[in-house]
């Protein structure tokens, strides 16, 4: 059997290399679907070729990715009909050759990043679709090398198409097309969240539901939930590294697991001809069963002080009103370390379960929220202040108390 390698950046190519049966081998490469991209997995140097190259047409890359999609097919089990069956082991890597200058990194701006992870996620939705593809069906006995190429070949067209067709409408003769680039961030996310390659090329009335709470995504079986949330994640957000340890799939409100997932978000404020400088927040949402391999994408909340980041503490379910149901509680955090103080912020806060319909967003219980709230702990203008409420056993206890068990 053979693997597939498709790599594309800014200026990309399309290779396609063949390999003899045997172990499992997948070309140099992370496997990053577990997260978003940053600028630190960015570790190649510039390719001398492409730069000479650009530099005729008076061009420079900023920055390039090289995703890798491959596979491989075990040796089979023959069915009663006669043909053959076979498990695929499909991937989609993201190769060390991907390159980044440091003025680009530097930038307070997501554009660039924002441009390279739609080529990624273009060849992650292929990956998913090549494993769909291989896998819906069995294969003849004699044949079954050809059948499994021309299926493979047939997405490389595909993939390559899409990947040459987005740079060229979003960088035509290297410039920034910045309306274009937003229809694409659109049209990659539509295809990326619902696993097909079907709106490439729609106009922006058909995919600017991403852009709306309460969008429906589909999750492929067997699916593990962190890939999940991050491939089914809401425009423009990131999901970096400490969040993995973040997600939660509970079936406390209903009958098939749901989701909860925490999305970092990069902003920029300038203010009086400063210097722009980076600002965070941290997005809550939970994905609710609608169907067969449907879920409902549903807001929960935005977290934020000051923009500074903020992390997540704590996430459970408590009684906190007069039902028989729990409610959710988030437990968030943010550091302060600076003149004005030096402590921790704790932000409590307390959501309303859901009925029969399933909202866009989920209700904030405010009166209760303000009696949970943690408050800061630490020094502030050079006075020691204490957090009332800091973990969930402080917060279930004082549920007790005001009566709710």
Excluded at 164 to 177: A, F
Excluded at 223 to 243: D, G, I, N
Excluded at 353 to 367: F, Q, S, T, W, Y
Aim: glycine share 4%; with cysteine; aromatic share 12%.
């Amino acid at each position: 059997m053979r693997f597939l390698l498709l790599t594309a950046s800014v200026f990309f190519s399309v290779n396609l290399f063949a390999q003899s049966a045997g172990d499992w081998i997948a070309p140099e490469g992370k496997i990053l679907n577990y997260r978003t991209l940053n600028w630190n997995d960015f570790q190649g140097k510039e390719d001398k070729e492409l730069a000479d190259r650009l530099a005729e047409e008076n061009l420079q890359a900023r920055a390039y990715v090289s995703p890798a999609i491959y596979f491989y097919a075990d040796s089979g089990q023959r069915q009663d009909n006669g043909r053959v069956k076979f498990k695929f082991r499909i991937k989609c890597a993201f190769q060390s050759r991907a390159f980044a200058r440091e003025s680009t990194k530097q930038e307070h701006s997501n554009y660039v990043l924002i441009h390279e992870q739609d080529h990624y996620d273009i060849a992650l939705t292929y990956a998913n679709r090549l494993q769909a593809d291989l896998s819906s069906r069995d294969y003849s006995s004699d044949k079954y090398s050809e059948e499994i190429d021309k299926i493979a070949d047939d997405l490389h067209k595909r993939y390559y198409k899409i990947q040459e067709t987005y740079d060229g409408e979003v960088n035509p003769d290297g410039r920034d097309d910045r309306e274009k680039q937003f229809l694409w961030d659109m049209r990659i996310k539509k295809c990326l969240e619902n696993n097909t390659e079907e709106y490439y090329s729609s106009p922006e009335s058909a995919v600017q539901t991403v852009k709306a709470n309460g969008t429906t995504v589909k999750r492929i079986p067997g699916e593990l939930p962190l890939q999940f949330v991050v491939r089914a994640r809401p425009l423009y957000t990131e999901f970096p590294q400490e969040m993995t340890t973040k997600v939660v799939e509970t079936k406390e409100w209903t009958a098939e697991s749901s989701v909860i997932a925490f999305y970092t978000q990069k902003y920029y404020v300038q203010e009086d001809g400063a210097q722009a400088h980076d600002n965070f927040r941290t997005l809550a949402f939970m994905f609710i069963p609608s169907g067969k391999d449907t879920y409902k994408r549903v807001f929960i909340d935005t977290f934020i002080n000051e923009g500074k980041p903020v992390s997540i503490a704590a996430t459970f379910f408590a009684n906190a009103d007069s039902d028989k149901v729990k409610e959710l509680v988030i437990i968030a955090t943010c550091t302060q370390h600076d003149r004005d103080a030096s402590g921790t912020l704790y932000m409590n806060r307390v959501y309303d379960n859901i009925g029969r319909l399933v909202p866009n967003r989920l209700r904030r219980l405010d009166d209760m929220t303000a009696k949970i709230d943690g408050g800061f702990e630490g020094t502030k203008a050079g006075k020691p202040m204490k957090a009332k409420y800091k973990n969930e056993k402080e917060i279930t206890d004082a549920l007790k108390k005001l009566g709710y068990n």
